[in-house]
């Protein structure tokens, strides 16, 4: 609360100063206040007192309730303003933290992707195609006080498939939908300071309900996550590579996803950068081996409720693509909600 107050020595002699009270101290509050409430300031000044008799119990109760008033209108707009820039704050670190694929916040990743694939096999229009990636975000506690800490950082995979054209001829195309292959990285963290370091195995689970949709057969390779942050951006490469395995009567997989990351920070949880995946197939013919995107990011960290969300939006172009038939342009939106933790103590103490 803002309190005004008028104050007087405290001695023989000394009486209410009306003059300077009306001439000094209320036009200075009028120009300090009024800014506030846009020109609706009324402003009241107490009579002169000419006898030892107080001052007009009306004119006293109108000048408190305008105080009361002007005070609590001055209390909301600070209380509102140190509120938003706390939550604004707090969202920003939040922001950073999912920028930061082995950071120690559990979040649910959820992506929708608008897809447009070209090449030899299609003579018309870029074929459109939509999907969903959902990647739970699981760090977990190894070791060490949490400024200090090991974590194992689980990211799983799940592509779940809306509508995927698939080339059945020159020209012709069926659209199909279901589940792809899972994919989990599993990466141990040291601290490293501003470093981002992580490594670890990966494991290619054979879920896909189409044929196009996966490799058929169990796969496994390394994972590893190198970068560096700073207060004001972070950057670096997630790779994985996995070999098939299990399975005589199909090619054995071969192959690498090399994610590939930039956001700077902006005012008020805002972030903008990249962070496309490049794929290359060992096993797939010349000319269709690699499709390399590069596209823009722009982020914006808020609070549903008491949940942190981190909301970003994306476009992406490939400068590389396959030739026969492959993705040449994707849209991207993400919904990043934060959840609790739900291994708080390390595994191993410490």
């Not at 009028?30 to 009579?47: F, H, S, T, Y």
């Not at 000419?50 to 109760?61: E, H």
């Not at 820039?85 to 992506?111: C, M, R, Y």
């Not at 292959?181 to 195995?201: E, K, Y």
Request: glycine content about 10%; some cysteine; aromatic content about 10%.
């Amino acid at each position: 609360m803002i309190k005004v107050s008028v104050m007087y020595p405290n001695r023989s002699g000394v009486r209410f100063a009306h003059e300077d009270h009306r001439d000094k101290h209320l036009p200075l509050m009028v120009r300090e206040i009024d800014p506030i409430i846009e020109g609706n300031v009324a402003v009241i000044a107490l009579k002169p007192s000419v006898s030892k008799q107080p001052p007009p119990r009306a004119s006293v109760r109108k000048l408190t309730s305008c105080l009361r008033a002007v005070s609590l209108i001055a209390f909301v707009s600070f209380a509102a303003t140190a509120h938003a820039a706390e939550e604004n704050g707090d969202a920003a670190e939040v922001g950073k933290q999912l920028s930061n694929p082995i950071s120690s916040v559990w979040a649910l990743f959820t992506e929708f992707d608008l897809t447009f694939s070209d090449g030899d096999v299609n003579s018309g229009r870029a074929r459109v195609g939509s999907r969903m990636i959902f990647q739970p975000i699981l760090p977990v506690p190894l070791y060490g006080p949490a400024e200090n800490r090991w974590n194992l950082i689980t990211r799983p995979t799940i592509p779940v498939v809306f509508s995927q054209p698939l080339p059945t001829g020159f020209d012709t195309f069926s659209y199909e939908s279901g589940l792809g292959d899972i994919q989990i990285p599993m990466v141990v963290s040291p601290p490293t300071g501003n470093w981002l370091l992580g490594i670890g195995p990966a494991f290619l689970l054979p879920t896909a309900t189409q044929g196009a949709f996966g490799r058929h057969q169990w796969g496994v390779g390394p994972a590893a996550v190198i970068g560096y942050k700073t207060n004001d951006a972070i950057f670096g490469v997630f790779g994985q590579y996995y070999f098939g395995i299990g399975r005589d009567n199909v090619p054995q997989a071969s192959y690498l996803n090399l994610l590939y990351f930039m956001f700077i920070n902006l005012p008020n949880a805002w972030q903008i950068g990249f962070d496309p995946t490049i794929t290359y197939d060992a096993k797939a013919s010349n000319g269709n081996k690699w499709n390399v995107p590069v596209g823009l990011t722009i982020a914006k960290t808020t609070h549903v409720g008491k949940m942190p969300v981190k909301v970003q939006f994306g476009i992406e172009y490939s400068v590389v693509s396959q030739k026969t038939y492959g993705q040449n342009v994707q849209f991207k939106l993400n919904i990043i909600p934060v959840i609790p933790s739900l291994i708080g103590k390390p595994i191993f103490g410490g």
